[in-house]
């Protein structure tokens, strides 16, 4: 599976983006997708998850309330829609998929630059 994630941008504070990411293959809707982040000079961090069906979606609490993902399994495709966003959600974002938890996902995108400025 390769995952290509896009959307990222240069935005002001309280403004929104919609991330995507893509998986090539036929077994994406095997996978539980997420999305994870890391701001300069900080280590990586998770941000929200999704079972492979599209239930149970849950977000770190830095996130809860501001950030939705879904997911839709026809297109191969898992969204982050990221509203009333804050300078300190700048970060690289990244989309993985794992099938064994997110201790050890078994892939990841290349990572999509969000810069939130105040």
């Known amino acids: 599976v390769q995952l290509q994630a896009s959307g990222g941008g240069l935005v002001q504070a309280g403004g929104s983006l919609r991330l995507s990411c893509v998986a090539s293959?036929?077994?994406?809707?095997?996978?539980?997708m997420g999305w994870f982040r890391r701001a300069p000079g900080k280590e990586r961090e998770f941000v929200t998850a999704?079972?492979?069906?599209?239930?149970?979606?849950y977000y770190a609490d830095s996130v809860k309330g501001r950030f939705t993902i879904s997911r839709d399994n026809a297109k191969n495709t898992v969204y982050l829609q990221m509203n009333s966003l804050k300078p300190e959600d700048t970060a690289v974002y990244y989309c993985?998929?794992?099938?064994?938890?997110?201790?050890?996902?078994?892939?990841w995108g290349q990572g999509t630059q969000v810069t939130v400025s105040s």
């Open positions: 993985a998929a794992t099938s064994r938890g997110w201790q050890q996902p078994d892939y």
């Open positions: 293959g036929r077994t994406f809707s095997s996978y539980a």
């Open positions: 999704i079972s492979a069906s599209g239930g149970s979606p």
